[in-house]
């Protein structure tokens, strides 16, 4: 089983729609969850850590179930602009290792006209 | 503040050459990690780097590349004996010190990128 789990999409949605990724992580000691937006041909860019009570930053919902091992991301009114991969990513909670992120192959969006 | 620098930000090589690549971290992070990603694919993690320590190289394969991060200068990924499948894009981070667990730190495990090298082996 992968660490992280994500659907690898293509979501293709007119613009206005709301989308929803979903992520899973096997590791049940992991304390730090975040989404990265990645554009094509471009280095992943930080969109929002997920907050255990769930986070809200304009147009983004990040929801973070802990029985379940599972992690959301909701778009409203999505834009064009909001076309990329989005990462789903989880530290390792080993040790030494704290810092260390485990990215999910990433959900591809393509919001059209 | 600059951020993540790497160089170069694409770079030729023919097969059995070597490439090398540079990555200056964020100012005042002194953590570094290399990752690879291969066309239409996800980033694999290669390596994990702390001044002149490597913390964690389970991603790094077991010939021809090899990374530092010197007490001074850039950290450098080598790869020895360039081979076509080792074209991709290498991308570096940075973060902060320490290691901190726990929702209110979520701040300092973040992961800054560089923009990445683009490493294509004729």
């Known amino acids: 089983r992968k660490e992280v789990e994500q659907d690898p999409g293509p979501f293709n949605v007119p613009e206005g729609a709301t989308v929803a990724f979903n992520c899973t992580y096997s590791?049940?000691?992991?304390?730090?969850f975040f989404w990265y937006r990645q554009d094509c041909r471009k280095e992943p860019k930080l969109l929002m850590s997920?907050?255990?009570s769930g986070n809200e930053d304009g147009r983004f919902t990040a929801q973070l179930n802990r029985a379940s091992q599972y992690i959301s991301l909701l778009i409203r009114d999505s834009k064009l602009s909001d076309s990329a991969t989005y990462l789903c990513v989880v530290n390792k909670a080993i040790s030494r290792a704290g810092n260390m992120l485990t990215f999910g192959g990433g959900t591809r969006l393509m919001v059209k006209p | 503040n600059a951020g993540v620098m790497q160089n170069p930000r694409h770079l030729v090589r023919r097969r059995g050459q070597e490439a090398r690549l540079r990555c200056s971290p964020m100012k005042g992070h002194s953590h570094v990690y290399w990752y690879r990603q291969l066309p239409e694919e996800g980033l694999k993690f290669m390596v994990y780097l702390q001044k002149e320590n490597i913390i964690d190289e389970s991603g790094m394969p077991k010939e021809r590349f090899s990374a530092e991060f010197p007490k001074e200068g850039p950290s450098i990924l080598r790869i020895q004996q360039v081979v076509r499948g080792d074209s991709a894009a290498y991308f570096c981070?940075?973060?902060?010190?320490?290691?901190?667990?726990?929702?209110?730190?979520?701040?300092?495990?973040?992961?800054?990128f560089g923009a990445g090298t683009r490493l294509s082996v004729l």
């Open positions: 997920v907050y255990s």
């Open positions: 981070a940075s973060s902060p010190a320490g290691i901190y667990p726990g929702q209110l730190s979520l701040a300092k495990n973040i992961q800054y």
């Open positions: 590791n049940s000691a992991s304390q730090s």
